[in-house]
């Protein structure tokens, strides 16, 4: 009686001891959140700074670390300076780096600021700077965390009077939709671009209010996978009823199968109903800087292919020299996207000397609808609901 009992005993400790060995190896998920899927490069490029290029080929450039700063050789890592006041007039000569009307001995320097924020030119960003000399021109970097350029995002891109569910919706979003670019970037010293004019992605602190870093800080580490990878999520202000598929608004080769068109009931609210009058001459004008030949417009069909979903998919745009046909993108981005502002439902007028546009919603329609994401938080949605509804299929992911 008493063997029996002690062998039971001992499987019951060996499948107990099996047990915790899968889970604590990964073999086994726990809660809602799915294990990285054997892909290192997830975690590593979370908890790795995002180094943005945010001044190009220029001459000289004034930085200022709001405080004490040290600056350091940016190859040997070694200390050139310690400021007490961090302000710099940095210029780049042919033997390297001139810092307020000094030479020093280095091609790349760091300005790294005891306060965690720095001024370069007028705007106030985290992180530190990175200047390189090349060429007798400079490129300057700003490093920070992912964190700290979520913050800025939410800010830009969603009201403080927003739901906090859909503010961390959107804080989840964001945060995958950068590290997404990272980890498919090609560039060489840096990881992207944040040049003005040139879909600039970090604004510095000025963006940023507190609801949106709360939302940031209470989901930090927390990111959108399809299939083990990285998710691609755009987002936009609002789709007028209906998301829109990903390969209708870039083309056949973005193919994920998560960015497809889905109702959306929830941005009725806030539904946005615009009207825009663009001179002939600007787009004719604009067209033509494109390299169409254009001398006069006859007439604008907005909808000459639509969607399923209601949206313009191409535009044809009839002039003396013949028929030119563009995707509502390209003609989006030729006019402007704020003349512009969606596809969906789309009318077109002529009056003299204009066209006289209609429409609904604001922006690409791809992904997550950024009124529909409050308008479900408002209903008592969570932010894994409000993004299982706008990136369906794809998984919630916690470092």
């Known amino acids: 009686m008493k063997t029996t009992f002690l062998a039971k005993y001992v499987l019951f400790l060996v499948f107990v001891g099996v047990i915790v060995f899968l889970l604590v190896s990964g073999c086994g998920t726990v809660g809602p959140y799915t294990n990285n899927g054997g892909r290192l490069h997830g975690e590593a490029s979370i908890s790795a700074p995002i180094r943005l290029l945010t001044l190009s080929g220029v001459k000289s450039v004034s930085i200022s670390a709001l405080g004490a700063c040290k600056i350091v050789n940016g190859e040997t890592n070694a200390q050139i300076d310690f400021l007490k006041s961090g302000d710099l007039q940095v210029a780049c000569s042919e033997k390297g780096l001139i810092v307020n009307d000094n030479h020093v001995a280095a091609v790349k320097i760091r300005v790294i600021p005891e306060g965690g924020k720095i001024k370069i030119g007028e705007i106030v960003f985290r992180g530190i700077a990175e200047i390189v000399c090349e060429k007798n021109e400079m490129n300057v970097i700003n490093e920070l965390g992912i964190e700290e350029l979520v913050m800025s995002q939410v800010g830009r891109e969603v009201s403080s009077g927003f739901k906090p569910e859909a503010l961390k919706a959107q804080a ?88 497809i068109p889905v109702p959306c009931y929830f941005c009725k609210t806030a539904e946005h109903t615009w009207q825009s009058e663009i001179a002939k001459s600007h787009i004719v004008a604009t067209l033509s800087a494109a390299g169409h030949s254009v001398g006069d417009i006859f007439d604008i069909d907005p909808n000459f292919e639509t969607s399923k979903s209601g949206r313009s998919k191409t535009v044809k745009v009839v002039t003396d020299k013949g028929k030119i046909v563009l995707s509502l993108n390209e003609f989006r981005s030729i006019v402007g996207y704020n003349v512009l502002r969606s596809a969906r439902s789309l009318t077109c007028r002529q009056r003299p000397g204009a066209f006289y546009f209609t429409g609904k919603g604001w922006g690409h329609g791809v992904g997550m609808c950024q009124d529909g994401a409050n308008g479900m938080a408002k209903l008592g949605n969570d932010y894994k609901g409000i993004l299982r509804r706008y990136y369906p299929g794809t998984e919630i992911y916690r470092k």
């Open 172 to 259: 989840i979003a964001a945060r995958t939709f950068v590290l997404h670019e990272k980890s498919h970037s090609k560039f060489n010293g840096y990881d992207l671009k944040n040049l003005a004019g040139e879909g600039r992605i970090y604004f510095g602190t000025y963006t940023e209010h507190i609801p949106g870093n709360e939302a940031v800080d209470a989901t930090r580490g927390i990111t959108l996978r399809y299939q083990g990878e990285t998710a691609f999520t755009p987002y936009f202000s609002n789709c007028g009823g209906y998301t829109e598929d990903v390969s209708e608004v870039w083309g056949t080769d973005s193919k994920e199968p998560y960015l």
